[in-house]
C-alpha cells in the first residue's frame, strides 16, 4: 500500500471525548472487569521481602503479595 492510497480522515469522523466519557469507562482484560488496585504502604520483614523478590525473581513481587492476599481472602471467606 502506498501513501496516496490511504484516504485522509475527517476529525467529523470521530467525536469528541469528554471528561463523562471517560469517567464512564470500564476498564477490561480479555472481555473481564479488572480490578481497580489501591495504593497501600506496608512494613514487612526483611526476610518476607527477600523470599518475595527470589519468588518473583526479583521483578513485581508486589504481585506475588497481591495474589498470596487473595488466595488467604478467599479460603476465609
Do not use: H
Request: proline content about 1%.
Amino acid at each position: 500500500m502506498n501513501k496516496n492510497s490511504i484516504s485522509q480522515t475527517c476529525n467529523d469522523d470521530y467525536p469528541e471525548i469528554s471528561q463523562s466519557d471517560l469517567n464512564r469507562a470500564v476498564k477490561r482484560r480479555n472481555f473481564a472487569t479488572v480490578s481497580t488496585k489501591q495504593n497501600v504502604s506496608l512494613t514487612l520483614d526483611a526476610d518476607i521481602i527477600t523470599w518475595l523478590q527470589q519468588q518473583a525473581g526479583g521483578v513485581d513481587y508486589q504481585s506475588i503479595v497481591n495474589s498470596t492476599l487473595r488466595e488467604a481472602m478467599t479460603r476465609a471467606s
